[in-house]
């Protein structure tokens, strides 16, 4: 939805800026046919430019800060979903939802506008006899008192119009035909729909009316016929009402300006320069409209070792990463050797093979040995040290298993100035010729607009909730973020705590007859739906618990 809105704002301001190069540079020259494509073209780029911006590369310093994920994954997991009506009553109808409901009824408003004039002008065509006039295609009506053409098919009304004015009326629609200036009135039409809340796209409908009919004036007098006759019919025009939106009409825009248009001497060429004043324009677009690709810098662990110099011996691991709870593969997660950037990530049956080339080194023995730290996102890591020689080793490899984590969030005060976004992580980085560091690829799932406009939805929609009751205590709500961003799996996790009400303090045996956790539970389920986590760029269920305090 918001990406919607971002996209129809981003064309309309295209829409704007463009419509007001044509009004201050172009509108009273005579570049007619030149005008037509730049209206067109302008319309065009104002579409495209927003959903294909251009992007550019910002190096970033990288985090050095991982997330924090609590063991408390058995508790999430024996406690039973809330029931789905609870779950609802948290829906809610906020801003976005209005626009989005006035915005599809003008959009449908002006599509079946579009429609039933197209159907209206059909159903005239399959009624009246088309006939052959001039190597036009017409059609003769009462309805409409007005000449005009409708994509190849001229309509008159012969009680308007006498033989000695045929003439002048059909080289006019003939020029309109010939110059298939009906597809620019459809596409325009067409746009109208989309944007009919912006005033400039009618303004443009209305430039591009007005040059079709300065090329059928030009036209028409090119063919010899008389100024002053072509003028007087027209004038006889003037009573005369606008037909449809997506047909050619002879008077339109008929005024003293246009008048003024058919006489007047040719813009020179040398001015037709003035069309550089669309590169601006776009090149204005371009800029406000592209997007920063981040690109972090190779990173540098604390307290651990940088440079990992290749030993005497290399110890080649080989594993598998399963889920403790069902013993499922994970592919996708991370394996690197501790206090290296050295790594690889599991396959799709959960299987890796990586390579420590300095080993500790059994000076006894001569066994071989690492610490290698496994990490997924919403799993606790893992950190094993394996050896050539031991009970972790069966047949050269290892089994780990992950257990899943829960991610607790402490939600700031809203009121203070968030800090910038971090930038996100990239994939591997090349830093010479032969050597590749590892970086682990983990993205938690995020809230739109990030965990401050989340603390700020929590807070005012728990006053709004908790207005006129006296409850105070904490509730600890579970959800898991699927991999769509969806909320899924709401449960209250916290039964022991206690509530207190008027001073009188209530244990988990009434706690079931309080609305405070209902109330909790509607908080989580009417967030919206969040970025979901990924691992290495695939979508992951994350699981997390909510702590709402009512005080």
Same mark, same amino acid.
Request: hydrophobic letters at 45%; proline letters at 6%; a neutral charge.
């Given at each position: 939805?918001?990406?919607?809105?971002?996209?129809?704002?981003?064309?309309?301001?295209?829409?704007?800026?463009?419509?007001?190069?044509?009004?201050?540079?172009?509108?009273?020259?005579?570049?007619?046919?030149?005008?037509?494509?730049?209206?067109?073209?302008?319309?065009?780029?104002?579409?495209?430019?927003?959903?294909?911006?251009?992007?550019?590369?910002?190096?970033?310093?990288?985090?050095?800060?991982?997330?924090?994920?609590?063991?408390?994954?058995?508790?999430?997991?024996?406690?039973?979903?809330?029931?789905?009506?609870?779950?609802?009553?948290?829906?809610?109808?906020?801003?976005?939802?209005?626009?989005?409901?006035?915005?599809?009824?003008?959009?449908?408003?002006?599509?079946?506008?579009?429609?039933?004039?197209?159907?209206?002008?059909?159903?005239?065509?399959?009624?009246?006899?088309?006939?052959?006039?001039?190597?036009?295609?017409?059609?003769?009506?009462?309805?409409?008192?007005?000449?005009?053409? $409708?994509?190849?098919?001229? %309509? =008159?009304?012969?009680?308007? @119009?006498?033989?000695?004015?045929?003439? !002048?009326? *059909? #080289?006019?629609?003939?020029?309109?035909?010939?110059?298939?200036?009906?597809?620019?009135?459809?596409?325009?039409?067409?746009?109208?729909?989309? $944007?009919?809340?912006?005033? %400039? =796209?009618?303004?443009?409908? @209305?430039?591009?009316?007005?040059?079709? !009919?300065? *090329? #059928?004036?030009?036209?028409?007098?090119?063919?010899?016929?008389?100024?002053?006759?072509?003028?007087?019919?027209?004038?006889?025009?003037?009573?005369?009402?606008?037909?449809?939106? =997506?047909?050619?009409?002879?008077?339109?825009?008929?005024?003293?300006?246009?008048?003024?248009?058919?006489?007047?001497?040719?813009?020179?060429?040398?001015?037709?320069?003035?069309?550089?004043?669309?590169?601006?324009?776009?090149?204005?677009?371009?800029?406000?409209?592209?997007?920063?690709?981040?690109?972090?810098?190779?990173?540098?662990?604390?307290?651990?070792?940088?440079?990992?110099?290749?030993?005497?011996?290399?110890?080649?691991?080989?594993?598998?990463?399963?889920?403790?709870?069902?013993?499922?593969?994970?592919?996708?997660?991370?394996?690197?050797?501790?206090?290296?950037?050295?790594?690889?990530?599991?396959?799709?049956?959960?299987?890796?093979?990586?390579?420590?080339?300095?080993?500790?080194?059994?000076?006894?023995?001569?066994?071989?040995?690492?610490?290698?730290?496994?990490?997924?996102?919403?799993?606790?890591?893992?950190?094993?040290?394996?050896?050539?020689?031991?009970?972790?080793?069966?047949?050269?490899?290892?089994?780990?298993?992950?257990?899943?984590?829960?991610?607790?969030?402490?939600?700031?005060?809203?009121?203070?100035?968030?800090?910038?976004?971090?930038?996100?992580?990239?994939?591997?980085?090349?830093?010479?010729?032969?050597?590749?560091?590892?970086?682990?690829?983990?993205?938690?799932?995020?809230?739109?607009?990030?965990?401050?406009?989340?603390?700020?939805?929590?807070?005012?929609?728990?006053?709004?909730?908790?207005?006129?009751?006296?409850?105070?205590?904490?509730?600890?709500?579970?959800?898991?973020?699927?991999?769509?961003?969806?909320?899924?799996?709401?449960?209250?996790?916290?039964?022991?705590?206690?509530?207190?009400?008027?001073?009188?303090?209530?244990?988990?045996?009434?706690?079931?007859?309080?609305?405070?956790?209902?109330?909790?539970?509607?908080?989580?389920?009417?967030?919206?739906?969040?970025?979901?986590?990924?691992?290495?760029?695939?979508?992951?269920?994350?699981?997390?618990?909510?702590?709402?305090?009512?005080?």
């Amino acid at each position: 939805m918001e990406s919607l809105f971002a996209f129809l704002l981003r064309a309309s301001a295209g829409i704007m800026l463009f419509y007001m190069v044509y009004w201050l540079f172009l509108r009273n020259d005579t570049f007619y046919r030149a005008n037509r494509w730049f209206l067109l073209m302008a319309l065009v780029s104002s579409v495209i430019i927003p959903l294909f911006p251009l992007h550019y590369q910002v190096l970033v310093e990288p985090e050095k800060n991982t997330t924090i994920i609590q063991a408390l994954s058995d508790t999430f997991k024996n406690i039973q979903p809330v029931q789905p009506e609870v779950a609802e009553t948290a829906g809610s109808f906020d801003w976005q939802n209005i626009l989005l409901t006035i915005y599809i009824t003008g959009a449908f408003i002006f599509l079946i506008r579009l429609l039933a004039q197209t159907i209206a002008l059909i159903r005239l065509m399959l009624q009246q006899k088309i006939s052959s006039l001039d190597g036009l295609r017409v059609v003769e009506n009462e309805k409409y008192g007005l000449p005009f053409s $409708f994509f190849n098919i001229v %309509f =008159i009304n012969p009680k308007f @119009h006498t033989q000695a004015n045929l003439p !002048e009326i *059909l #080289a006019h629609e003939k020029v309109h035909i010939r110059g298939f200036h009906w597809f620019d009135l459809l596409f325009t039409e067409l746009l109208t729909v989309i $944007f009919w809340f912006n005033p %400039f =796209i009618w303004l443009f409908e @209305h430039a591009i009316k007005q040059n079709h !009919e300065y *090329l #059928a004036d030009r036209g028409v007098l090119a063919q010899g016929h008389s100024v002053a006759r072509y003028q007087a019919l027209l004038i006889n025009q003037l009573m005369g009402m606008q037909i449809i939106g =997506i047909t050619n009409n002879l008077n339109f825009a008929l005024n003293t300006n246009r008048f003024k248009m058919m006489t007047k001497m040719k813009t020179p060429r040398v001015l037709g320069i003035k069309f550089a004043w669309a590169l601006p324009a776009i090149a204005l677009l371009l800029f406000a409209f592209a997007e920063p690709e981040y690109k972090k810098k190779p990173l540098e662990p604390m307290n651990q070792v940088t440079d990992v110099q290749k030993g005497e011996k290399e110890f080649v691991i080989q594993g598998k990463v399963v889920r403790e709870d069902n013993g499922k593969p994970l592919p996708g997660a991370s394996v690197i050797i501790k206090g290296t950037m050295i790594g690889t990530v599991t396959d799709v049956d959960g299987k890796f093979t990586v390579t420590d080339p300095n080993p500790e080194v059994d000076n006894n023995t001569g066994s071989l040995s690492s610490e290698l730290v496994v990490s997924y996102v919403g799993f606790e890591s893992f950190v094993m040290k394996v050896a050539a020689s031991g009970k972790a080793i069966e047949n050269g490899s290892f089994a780990c298993k992950l257990k899943e984590g829960v991610i607790v969030i402490d939600l700031p005060d809203y009121k203070d100035v968030p800090p910038p976004p971090p930038p996100p992580i990239v994939k591997n980085v090349e830093v010479g010729d032969d050597e590749e560091i590892f970086i682990v690829v983990e993205d938690l799932p995020k809230y739109p607009g990030g965990i401050y406009d989340l603390a700020k939805y929590v807070a005012e929609t728990q006053e709004k909730l908790a207005k006129g009751k006296n409850w105070k205590g904490m509730v600890k709500v579970g959800f898991t973020v699927d991999e769509t961003g969806k909320i899924i799996d709401i449960k209250v996790i916290d039964k022991g705590h206690k509530f207190t009400i008027d001073d009188k303090k209530y244990t988990e045996v009434l706690l079931k007859d309080l609305e405070a956790e209902k109330a909790a539970v509607a908080i989580v389920a009417g967030m919206k739906n969040w970025t979901p986590g990924k691992q290495r760029g695939k979508p992951v269920p994350v699981n997390y618990i909510l702590p709402v305090e009512f005080k």
